[in-house]
């Protein structure tokens, strides 16, 4: 299970980042994390955002970071609402940031950064709003394989 890489504190401190990137943004951030990805990426990626219904958002505008940890395998996928409204390539930086970080093996420290990052980018887009509601739980979601 994926979930045995991380410790409680380390899950929580994603979490947390969650939940403080969302005091940024009405965005609404996902995160799964998984042992393997055999598939195409995006592929997957996509199926996990059904599976986590992240397209049950009010504006549309739910993020998954995806991270397969074994295979080595990374895609950020933003609904429809964010993609209308954002630049081409808005994720790059984000991803490559990340991905400096999963290389080093450090996870959580990757996911916690670009999290933050994409709050803060976000906000420009999906400001928060004062009578925010977190459509989406901040729960790290873990695969079974
Ligand atoms: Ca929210
Ligand atoms: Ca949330």
Request: net charge negative; hydrophobic share 35%; proline share 2%.
């Amino acid at each position: 299970m994926a979930k045995e890489l991380f410790t409680e504190e380390q899950i929580k401190f994603i979490e947390q980042a969650i939940g403080e990137a969302e005091q940024n943004t009405s965005g609404e951030i996902r995160v799964h994390i998984e042992k393997r990805c055999k598939e195409d990426v995006l592929d997957r990626a996509s199926h996990v955002f059904s599976l986590l219904e992240i397209q049950k958002t009010e504006l549309r505008n739910g993020v998954l970071f995806y991270l397969a940890t074994e295979d080595k395998q990374f895609a950020i996928l933003g609904d429809v609402g964010i993609n209308a409204v954002v630049p081409k390539g808005f994720w790059h930086e984000i991803r490559d940031l990340m991905v400096d970080y999963f290389k080093k093996g450090q996870f959580t420290e990757g996911l916690a950064e670009g999290i933050k990052k994409s709050g803060e980018q976000l906000k420009s887009h999906f400001p928060y709003q004062s009578d925010d509601v977190d459509e989406l739980p901040n729960e790290v979601s873990f695969g079974k394989k």
